[in-house]
């Protein structure tokens, strides 16, 4: 991305791959300062705007993050991405009925995408309904598509059982599972960052 850079210096899409990268190893602020860069390069490319709010939620940033999403929705309120981030912010906040409200949102939009649907699974788990959370953990397991496995490690996690979350998200390594990229900064693993088993993956992942 560096060298991308380098030799476009106004390529969005070269700003965009290292913020991505700062993010995942927690260098938050020269994160935000690159994708706010892709973001002004490339306006009208909404995945950019919606990147920032993750980086800046991830950076503990909420109120920011808040802040843009609420931006972004005005401006396209039918891009999924952007409602769930802003389930991700409410998630973190605590608001948690608020927070099944757009990440439901995303799932439509995105006509199912499995992180949408993996998110509300934790959300309800945490906020304490462990039926529905269960309900979602066997859907996801069940389902006739691929489903990445950090996904259901996900729900595991919001449901307390930490081993089979682990489990999972050692699969997730062995498929290669993009999501993994941002275990060290997305703050619904927060809880399991001392685990041993937790603190292997991030080595394998090359984030320690």
Known sequence: AQRAIAVNPNSAHGHYALAHVLSDLGRHDQAIAEIARARELDPFFLLYGALEAMMLQHAGRNEEALAKLQKAIDLDPNFWVSHQELGKVY???????????ELTKAKELSHGNSEAIASIGYVEAVAGDTAKAQAILDELKTSPHYIPPASIALVYHGLGHEEEAISWLNKACDKRDVWVTLLKVDPRWKSLRSHPGFISILKRVGLE
Not at 91 to 101: G, N
């Open 91 to 101: 998630t973190e906040q605590r608001r948690y009925p608020e927070a099944i409200a």
